[in-house]
C-alpha cells in the first residue's frame, strides 16, 4: 500500500469537561472520518468505564492520572479504551464511557486519514457494531467481509 495522507489535530481540555462527550462533539466538528488517538495525558477527578465482558458501567469518583487512551474516531462512531492511575499506582482499564470528567487536563492529539472511512456495522458473529474500514471511495472498500 502507499502513502497516506494525515491530517493531526490538537486540543486541551478544561475542568470539569466530559472527555468522551468532548471527543464525540470535536469528532463531528471538524468532520472527522477515520480519526485515531496518537496520544494523550491528563488527570480526572471521576472516570466511568465499563469492563471486559460486562454489561453495565462503573463511575469512580476520585482523582486519575489518564496513562493511556487508545481507539479509533469517527462521525460513524467511536471506540475507545482507557487506562487509569489513581495515588498509589493501582490501574484499571475499559470502555470510555461519558462521566469521565477532568480534573485539571486532557491534553489530546488525534490522527486522522484522509484515505479511509471508519464505519460501525453490525457484525453477526460478535453481535456488536465492529469497525469496518472503507477507502474514501465508495468504490473500493477495503473491508474483509465476505
Known sequence: MGRTDMKIFALRLNPNDDLKVCLKDFVE?????????LTAVGSLKQGTLRFASQNYAQSFKR??????LVGTLSIHGIHLHIALSDKK?????????????????AEI?????????FLRTEDEKTGYK?????AKTPQYPLSSKP
Open 109 to 117: 492529539v488525534i490522527g486522522s486519514s484522509e484515505d479511509f472511512v
Open 89 to 105: 499506582g493501582k490501574t484499571i482499564g475499559g470502555h470510555l464511557l461519558e462521566g469521565c470528567i477532568i480534573y485539571t487536563t
Open 130 to 134: 465492529e469497525l469496518e474500514i472503507c
Open 29 to 37: 466538528q471538524n468532520s472527522i472520518e477515520a480519526g485515531f488517538i
Open 63 to 68: 482523582s486519575f492520572e489518564m496513562v493511556s
